[in-house]
């Protein structure tokens, strides 16, 4: 895929979020009221999205089901939600509801293949 196929897809992809998400690209934006475990392996995540070459939103707002995502890799089409204290539940209703896969990094694991290979 070239340059302006990829920049083309980016913007593709971050239409599903609202306009004041989709503007800050490959900013990792911090919540005080989430924990520092939660905040930093959200740091980690865009690091490795950032390393793949790929660009990121970080508590992008999905345009249809008003949810939060933690950071979605607007590049590939992945949204990945960071497990500390939310209940499965939770994940479930956001499978349903996001425009993209959701991948669930859990705090105190190992990174998900899909994020480091």
């Known amino acids: ?3 302006r196929d990829r920049a083309m897809k980016e913007n593709e992809n971050a239409r599903a979020f609202e306009m004041s998400s989709s503007r800050h690209r490959n900013c990792c934006r911090l919540n005080a009221g989430s924990s520092e475990a939660h905040e930093t392996l959200k740091a980690t995540v865009c690091y490795h999205i950032l ?6 939103l970080t508590e992008a707002i999905v345009e249809k089901s008003r949810k939060r995502c933690d950071v979605v890799d607007i590049s590939a089409g992945i949204c990945y939600e960071i497990l500390y204290s939310e209940e499965a539940e939770s994940i479930k209703q956001k499978r349903a509801e996001y425009p993209f896969f959701i991948i669930v990094v859990e705090v105190g694991k190992p990174l998900p293949k899909e994020l480091i290979g």
């Open 51 to 56: 390393k793949k070459g790929h660009c990121f």
């Open 1 to 3: 895929m070239n340059d």
